[in-house]
């Protein structure tokens, strides 16, 4: 019969922060949903700059790299974790653009095979016939460097991480595939709910909301999945901007994404670094 012989899930050996400064982190993350969506942009203070700069500099990247630069700033000083610890390491970066770039270009090859097969030619998406190249350009970086980075940072590489190991001290300690469920569940549901003061200024009804935000929840997962599976958090970074972005240029930019998405989910299920389900997940030795 298969025993438990040691647990050796990658965020243990992390250092574990205090209760209240994860508290803090989420109030800020609500504070700063609220102001930028329902003042900010609401308000349309940040348009001028989209214009001088032709749509390359966008409001979405300015607002993210603020909160980036003050929340995660304030987890890092207070905290005593270094930049490495929430997943953001130098060193995986060339993988990450190999491996995000290879994905994009597999989407491109999807994308002329289907056009050639509907047109007969090549036909150019109609996102690159409508928008001038800067503001598309800028859309996309707004996403790599600024809310997918960002929101990639806070819940999969801080959230997640310590709500694993808080779970630690409870009974679920002895039950890795357990812990990382319920800590997926409560930092990827926290994902889902910030997204609640962008679903008011977008002026979507309260009834509509509970589909979008059990979608969001999926793909919070499934980002936590490829960060897990790849150890690279700057893969997670750049599919999640490339599934909001997909920049595709032959396809509906809907079906890019859809192409986007299930490439998420191949590398979370089939990513040779981690091998062996979640038991390889969570590093679990079974011996029988």
Not at 113 to 136: C, F, K, M, N
Not at 195 to 215: C, D, E, F, K
Request: with cysteine; net charge positive.
């Amino acid at each position: 019969m298969a025993k438990l012989r040691s647990v050796q899930f990658p965020f243990d050996a992390l250092r574990e922060v205090a209760l209240w400064l994860i508290a803090v982190v989420i109030l800020l993350k609500i504070v700063f949903s609220v102001m930028i969506n329902l003042v900010i942009f609401a308000g349309g203070y940040l348009n001028p700059v989209y214009t001088v700069t032709g749509g390359l500099v966008q409001s979405t990247l300015i607002v993210n790299l603020a909160e980036f630069l003050i929340i995660v700033g304030i987890i890092l000083t207070v905290s005593g974790l270094r930049a490495g610890d929430l997943g953001l390491r130098r060193e995986s970066i060339p993988g990450a653009v190999v491996t995000v770039t290879g994905c994009w270009v597999l989407v491109q090859v999807a994308g002329a095979l289907w056009s050639l097969d509907r047109y007969g030619t090549l036909v150019l998406a109609d996102l690159w016939q409508q928008a001038a190249v800067a503001a598309i350009l800028g859309a996309f970086l707004a996403q790599v460097f600024g809310n997918a980075l960002f929101e990639e940072t806070l819940y999969r590489g801080f959230l997640l991480p310590q709500f694993f190991i808080k779970l630690r001290a409870a009974w679920l300690g002895r039950h890795p595939e357990v812990r990382l469920a319920a800590a997926l569940l409560i930092s990827q549901s926290i994902f889902a709910l910030l997204h609640i003061p962008n679903r008011i200024y977008q002026g979507i009804p309260p009834s509509a909301w509970i589909p979008g935000l059990v979608t969001l929840l999926g793909m919070g997962v499934l980002y936590a999945f490829v960060y897990l599976r790849t150890q690279n958090l700057f893969i997670a970074v750049g599919l999640h901007a490339l599934v909001n972005m997909p920049v595709a240029l032959f396809l509906p930019q809907s079906l890019g994404r859809n192409l986007f998405i299930l490439l998420a989910l191949l590398i979370a299920v089939f990513w040779p670094v981690l091998t062996g389900g979640l038991a390889g997940i969570c590093g679990v030795d079974r011996r029988s």
